[in-house]
């Protein structure tokens, strides 16, 4: 079981805008900037934004990150048929030492 | 631009000790944390643990007392063992670099993965 919650899947049309929510506690996300990973099928993950809203070189502004108290959120305009993808949620969690935990995941379709 | 490739057995059987070993091309090994991920079939992202360049690590408490992280700035590659496993151990094995900007980095931010490698454990 993830320590951080996704729901399992997502869907959209061409063009529209969607969001994955990532929801967590007080000793991660509420004190932690959140990353998010894309996996596309048969691939590794690639960092798709870090540090809540920043985006590495390459990455379409298309995606952008927001976070609000212990709970964050991915949106994705203007969808694309090449956005279908599983989308993991992470932070670092400060309880224990210290150690990184992830969502569990959320199955981007697009119709 | 830095690279990073898993090697290792494909296969290992239970209770035995997998081993997995990821080179680091492209650039140095050094001033940089290493971290692994698993991810078991059709299962998400697990977070195993890390390890700088100069041998310090930090395990996930799950793992803790089966993982042992080490690296070799001799030959740029950073490895893991994970004792007495089980078929709950069979996974892709991802190594990743993480994150670092202006000599801080941050642990759960990994900007370079590898492609993976599939560990089964079976008799």
């Known amino acids: 079981q993830s320590v951080l919650t996704q729901p399992p899947s997502a869907s959209g049309t061409p063009g529209q805008r969607v969001t994955i929510s990532c929801s967590g506690s007080?000793?991660?996300?509420?004190?932690?900037?959140v990353n998010w990973y894309q996996q596309l099928p048969g691939a590794a993950p690639k960092l798709l934004i870090y540090?809540?809203?920043r985006r590495p070189s390459g990455v379409p502004d298309r995606f952008s990150g927001s976070k609000s108290g212990t709970s964050a959120s991915l949106a994705i305009s203007g969808l694309q048929s090449e956005d279908e993808a599983d989308y993991y949620c992470?932070?670092?969690?400060?309880?224990?030492?210290?150690?990184?935990?992830f969502g569990g995941g959320t199955k981007l379709t697009v119709l | 631009q830095v690279q990073l490739q898993e090697s290792g057995p494909g296969l290992v059987k239970p209770s035995e000790t997998l081993s997995l070993t990821c080179t680091v091309s492209?650039?140095?090994?050094?001033?940089?944390?290493w971290s692994w991920i698993r991810q078991s079939p059709g299962k998400g992202l697990e977070w195993m643990g890390y390890?700088?360049?100069?041998?310090?690590?930090n395990y996930s408490p799950s793992l803790r007392s089966r993982l042992t992280m080490s690296v070799d700035t001799s030959k740029n590659q950073f490895s893991m063992k994970l004792s007495s496993v089980t078929a709950a151990d069979t996974a892709v094995y991802y190594c990743?670099?993480?994150?670092?900007?202006?000599?801080?980095?941050?642990?759960?931010?990994?900007?370079?993965w590898g492609q993976g490698t599939m560990v089964t454990v079976s008799s």
């Open positions: 390890v700088y360049y100069t041998g310090s690590t």
């Open positions: 540090s809540g809203d």
């Open positions: 992470a932070a670092w969690d400060n309880s224990l030492s210290g150690h990184a935990v």
């Open positions: 990743a670099r993480v994150y670092c900007a202006n000599g801080v980095c941050q642990n759960d931010i990994f900007d370079i």
């Open positions: 492209g650039g140095s090994i050094r001033s940089n944390y």
């Open positions: 007080s000793s991660d996300i509420g004190i932690d900037a």
